[in-house]
């Protein structure tokens, strides 16, 4: 019975979810084009993050040991 029960609530769990496409609310409209853009952005485009929100990450590897540059900023704890 227990099985069973666990079984259901993952069913209806698993059926909670959406899969529709986004669109505004009744009587609401998408927000207006953002300055300077050549169109209108769908819902779509919109929860798409800008290249800057992810940027890529660079792997370079060091080949061999650099002499750092002096930093005037690292400066030595106070005390």
């Known amino acids: ?18 899969r529709q496409k986004l669109r505004p609310a009744e009587g609401q409209s998408l927000p207006v084009a953002p300055a300077m853009a050549t169109h209108q952005p769908t819902a779509a485009e919109l929860l798409e993050p800008p290249p800057i929100a992810r940027p890529e990450r660079v792997n370079e590897l060091l080949r061999r040991s650099e002499e750092r540059e002096d930093d005037r900023f690292d400066l030595p704890p106070p005390g």
């Open 1 to 18: 019975m227990r099985l069973f029960a666990v079984a259901a609530a993952l069913l209806l769990l698993s059926s909670c979810g959406g």
